[in-house]
């Protein structure tokens, strides 16, 4: 039996660590995952396929890089929504959730696993039953998203304008102020446009 301060200690420290919330990834990294997953956003099924690929063959040859796995997991959930038969649509999304949730198994305090979930489970059906998981991860990165680090401004804006988005969808206070602060960090920016 877990003592109750024993219990706190482990809760502290597991809270603590997501305060942090460290980004992992190398800037090429993400910079090809971004591009892989950008073609998958465009909604062809045949390119979402070979990005998936993409995505499988890099964790093939780095099977500890959960951040290629968050990416892996998107791309599937993508290609369930643009699929067309509806049991792969279905296996597709399973597929997805499994994958983003063991990433953020494997790296709790990376910021950037954590806010490919988010965003992609925002983007997920509620009856799927996922939303409350994007607004948890939301409630823990847009503290660090007010913060320059450890995100990019385009990072930041991305938190933002997705936290924003599921707080006014949810009737959660403070949706206005994250869509301004969006906006504010850059208004020429895709994000910043969109928060208008």
């Not at 643009?82 to 597929?95: C, M, T, V, Y």
């Not at 990376?110 to 039953?129: N, S």
């Not at 304008?161 to 206005?176: K, Q, S, V, W």
Request: hydrophobic share 45%; glycine share 6%.
């Amino acid at each position: 039996m877990i003592s109750g301060k024993f219990l706190f200690v482990i809760l502290a420290c597991t809270w603590g660590g997501l305060a942090k919330l460290a980004a992992q990834a190398t800037p090429e990294a993400l910079q090809q995952y971004r591009a892989w997953h950008e073609v998958c956003l465009q909604g062809n099924v045949d390119q979402i396929d070979q990005q998936i690929a993409n995505f499988q063959q890099q964790l093939a040859a780095h099977p500890g890089d959960s951040l290629a796995k968050a990416f892996l997991g998107s791309a599937y959930a993508l290609r369930a929504k643009f699929g067309k038969w509806p049991p792969s649509k279905l296996a597709n999304l399973k597929r997805g959730r499994e994958l983003m949730n063991e990433a953020i198994v494997e790296a709790p305090h990376d910021g950037r696993v954590r806010m490919v979930r988010a965003i992609a489970y925002y983007r997920i059906p509620k009856r799927f039953g996922v939303r409350e998981t994007s607004l948890a991860d939301f409630n823990l990165l847009v503290p660090a998203a007010q913060k320059k680090k450890p995100f990019t401004r385009s990072e930041r804006q991305a938190i933002l304008y997705y936290a924003a988005l599921a707080y006014r969808d949810e009737n959660i206070a403070g949706a206005g102020e994250l869509m301004a602060q969006c906006r504010a960090l850059d208004p020429d920016s895709s994000y910043g446009k969109l928060a208008q």
